[in-house]
């Protein structure tokens, strides 16, 4: 479920005209795929998280194809800050060997 996330950011940052933007967020949906882990197994709270992602995204595409950047906005930030939440709740942290990939 991880993984289809990250692709859809992917596909996000494909369709930015920001060069700037989209090579930050490539950068940090790298760190996320590759670094991030958690340490909570409960499931149902990962399934809880990607079920919120999921809306989150159906949320953005509308927003973007009516063309409403102010709802977009709104959307992703409220995402954050769920994402956050539930980031806190499942315990993640960056792998102990962080700085070996560098």
């Known amino acids: 479920m991880r993984r289809a996330e990250t692709e859809f950011h992917d596909i996000l940052c494909e369709a930015s005209d920001n060069v700037i933007l989209a090579f930050m967020c490539r950068f940090l949906n790298s760190l996320l795929r590759d670094l991030v882990s958690y340490r909570s197994e409960s499931m149902r709270e990962h399934e809880i998280f990607g079920e919120a992602n999921i809306e989150s995204h159906r949320q953005l595409l509308a927003a973007f194809r009516a063309g409403d950047g102010d709802a977009a906005a709104r959307i992703m930030h409220d995402q954050m800050c769920c994402a956050?939440?539930?980031?806190?709740?499942?315990?993640?942290?960056?792998?102990?060997?962080?700085?070996?990939r560098f």
């Open 84 to 100: 956050e939440s539930y980031m806190r709740r499942l315990d993640a942290s960056f792998r102990s060997d962080l700085l070996s």
